[in-house]
């Protein structure tokens, strides 16, 4: 599977973006897909997952209530709309796809099998 995001940019504080990622390929064979990020200096880290099959949402607890995952099966897409953004939520995000999700596993990266390239987001104060 391959995987583009998109909707990355600069924001002020307070404000929203809309990421999204486009997968390609062997789609077909996708469990799950989320997003990850990755604030410089820091590790990569989840922020939310959403299964193919069900659409069943699951997020970071930095991010619930402020981020909403969703996809379109048709599209193959899946979306990050996040609101209420703050300058802790300025990072590269990178969205994933799973072949074998499973629930116990979901902030794992080796979770996930594909990668897209990222998108940088920037929230200033």
């Known amino acids: 599977v391959q995987l583009q995001a998109s909707g990355g940019g600069l924001v002020q504080a307070g404000g929203s973006l809309r990421l999204s990622c486009k997968a390609s390929?062997?789609?077909?064979?996708?469990?799950?897909m989320a997003w990850f990020r990755q604030a410089p200096g820091k590790g990569r880290i989840f922020v939310a997952a959403?299964?193919?099959?069900?659409?069943?949402?699951f997020y970071a607890d930095s991010v619930e209530g402020r981020f909403t995952i969703s996809r379109n099966s048709a599209k193959n897409t899946v979306d990050l709309q996040m609101n209420g953004l703050t300058p802790e939520d300025t990072a590269v995000y990178y969205c994933?796809?799973?072949?074998?999700?499973?629930?116990?596993?979901?902030?794992?990266?080796?979770?996930?099998?594909?990668w897209g390239q990222g998108t940088q987001v920037t929230v200033s104060s």
């Open positions: 959403i299964t193919w099959n069900g659409g069943r949402a």
């Open positions: 390929g062997r789609a077909d064979s996708t469990d799950a």
């Open positions: 994933a796809a799973s072949r074998r999700f499973e629930i116990a596993a979901m902030t794992w990266r080796t979770t996930y099998d594909s």
